[in-house]
């Protein structure tokens, strides 16, 4: 360890450098604290200053003052010299920064422990500072990691589209990086088009990994007999009936670490628009028919992932040419505003009924504003999840977490 000694006594400052050697410690001299503050700057070695109090051009407590105002990139520990003994002596150094204290003459022994002392408590700094440098590039890492999951996430969700004579729109915001929500929609047979959407419970990494294999559990199969859709005697395919999706689901992801979804799974038959759907604890969802009238439909199931014996039904509902369905997460009714009040569903309910019925991409673009109103103010940005308008922004606080996923999906039969 480097020290500074800051002397203006020739005697003394020779005794005290041949002590300091004698010690094993490398000794830097200066004479007053114009010269200290200069080897302190030139020379980033030096973590300990020995001073004298009483100097000619700048004192011991001035010096310390300018050290403490300093933009080190280290601690310097500062040890002031003096021949005066009262005990106010001792606070005000100790005010001007000082760490320690040493009365004239020295005592070589208190000398050694004063400056061994100052020695440990220079390493503790060094050593937090090396764990807090590790922490900060593992921290890093993460982030860079979230970033990277969360861009899979994203690839993972379908591109907004007509299927068929059906049109297909979401938003989705996550409450951190990565989110326990997932949606999906897809060809099930040429006469059928299945949709999804799911939200674990919690949210972040945990609920994101559990989303991430249900994705890949649902549609490991697509095209062949298994989980969404069973055989005919005739070797054909037909769809799987959604309670009985959601009864396997319920078998297969049995928690032991808590954890556990909600899940509306549906088929469409294309030809009938005839609906067929089951609801494992999510939110029921809302049907805008031609003159934009709004009604909730089904009725809630039970949670999947909680009770092994837990039974499931299959729901029906007709969507006729220009009627919609959206379909949502209880994130979405529960976000609150700065005031700390639930978006809620009549709310819900009217900016569907009242949001223009261009496409399933008005609806969805007019609600996911609505919601960046309600949660925050409009002056600041955050890019929203959507396929569609990936170049443009959302209204958001800077900053702004949400307590819970947003997702929502907006279906509409073409007229």
């Known amino acids: ?79 002031v010299l003096t021949q005066k003994s009262q005990k106010s002596a001792l606070i005000e150094s100790m005010e001007a920064g000082a760490d320690d204290f040493l009365f004239k003459p020295v005592d070589k022994d208190e000398l050694r422990v004063r400056i061994e002392a100052g020695r440990r408590m220079i390493t503790l700094e060094q050593n937090l500072a090396a764990h807090n440098q590790q922490l900060q590039q593992a921290q890093a890492q993460i982030q860079r990691d979230l970033q990277a999951a969360a861009h899979t996430q994203q690839s993972l969700l379908p591109k907004p589209c007509c299927l068929q004579g059906y049109q297909f729109d979401w938003r989705f915001y996550p409450s951190q990086w990565v989110a326990g929500d997932m949606l999906n929609y897809f060809p099930l047979t040429p006469e059928h088009i299945g949709f999804y959407q799911l939200d674990v419970s919690g949210h972040g990494i945990h ?46 992801f049995q928690s032991e670490d808590g954890l556990y979804f909600t899940l509306l799974y549906g088929v469409i038959e294309i030809s009938s628009g005839l609906v067929s759907f089951t609801q494992a604890g999510h939110p029921q969802p809302l049907k805008r028919d031609a003159v934009a009238q709004v009604e909730y439909c089904g009725s809630n199931g039970f949670p999947i992932g909680l009770l092994p014996a837990a039974d499931y ?50 609806v969805t673009h007019e609600l996911g504003q609505v919601l960046c109103r309600w949660c925050c103010c409009e002056a600041s940005e955050l890019a929203c999840s959507s396929q569609n308008d990936s170049e443009q922004a959302c209204h958001w606080c800077t900053g702004k977490t949400f307590e819970d996923d947003m997702t929502f999906l907006v279906i509409q039969r073409e007229t």
């Not at 005794?15 to 020379?43: F, M, N, P």
Request: overall charge negative; some cysteine.
């Open 1 to 79: 360890m480097k020290i500074l000694l800051v002397e203006d006594s020739d005697s003394t400052r020779l005794y005290l450098s041949v002590l300091l050697q004698q010690y094993g410690y490398d000794t830097v001299i200066a004479s007053d604290g114009v010269q200290a503050l200069a080897l302190l700057e030139a020379d980033h070695a030096i973590h300990l200053v020995l001073t004298d109090w009483l100097m000619p051009n700048m004192d011991g407590l001035e010096l310390c003052k300018r050290i403490r105002s300093m933009s080190l990139q280290r601690y310097v520990y500062l040890v």
């Open 313 to 362: 039904e299959t729901q029906q509902l007709w969507l006729m040419p220009g009627e919609m369905l959206l379909i949502y997460s209880d994130g979405v009714t529960d976000c609150q505003n700065l005031q700390g009040e639930t978006f809620g569903g009549k709310r819900l309910v009217t900016v569907f009924s009242e949001a223009q019925n261009d496409s399933t991409y008005s």
């Open 207 to 252: 609920s994101a990994l559990l989303s991430f294999a249900l994705y890949h559990r649902i549609i490991n199969q697509l095209g062949h007999s298994g989980l969404l859709l069973q055989a005919t005697e005739q070797n054909g395919l037909v769809p799987t009936p959604p309670h009985q999706v959601a009864a396997e689901l319920n078998q297969i």
